[in-house]
């Protein structure tokens, strides 16, 4: 059983940031790819950004240059550091990781940009 924990999400003004974590735990042998993804109320969750296993990265058009993501694969932990929030970036925040033919999700961490 694999379980994915997120947690830093909160309420944040408009220019501020916040960093997100997410912890994987269980019986894991190696994870591929971490990224995390978003949801706002009443859209379709939508892809944030990636990090392989070897550390190459991958962003979405509306966070590149603000948000950054690392990982630190000897604690099987994965970061989302969230730069110039802006009141669009209001979202529960959901963490993923591919870990052999399966991916695992965690439970969201919402986040809120007040304007």
């Known amino acids: 059983q694999v379980q994915l924990v997120e947690s830093g999400g909160g309420l944040v003004q408009a220019g501020g940031s916040l960093r997100l974590s997410c912890a994987a735990s269980?019986?894991?042998?190696?994870?591929?790819?971490m990224g995390w993804y978003r949801q706002a109320p009443g859209k379709q969750r939508e892809w944030v950004a990636t990090?392989?296993?070897?550390?190459?990265?991958n962003y979405a058009d509306s966070v590149k240059g603000r948000f950054t993501i690392s990982r630190v694969n000897s604690k099987n932990t994965v970061y989302l550091q969230m730069n110039s929030l802006k009141p669009e970036d209001t979202a529960a925040y959901y963490c993923?990781?591919?870990?052999?033919?399966?991916?695992?999700w965690g439970q969201g961490t919402q986040v809120t940009v007040s304007s």
């Open positions: 269980g019986h894991i042998l190696s994870i591929n790819g």
């Open positions: 990090i392989t296993r070897g550390g190459a990265t």
């Open positions: 993923n990781a591919e870990i052999g033919p399966f991916d695992y």
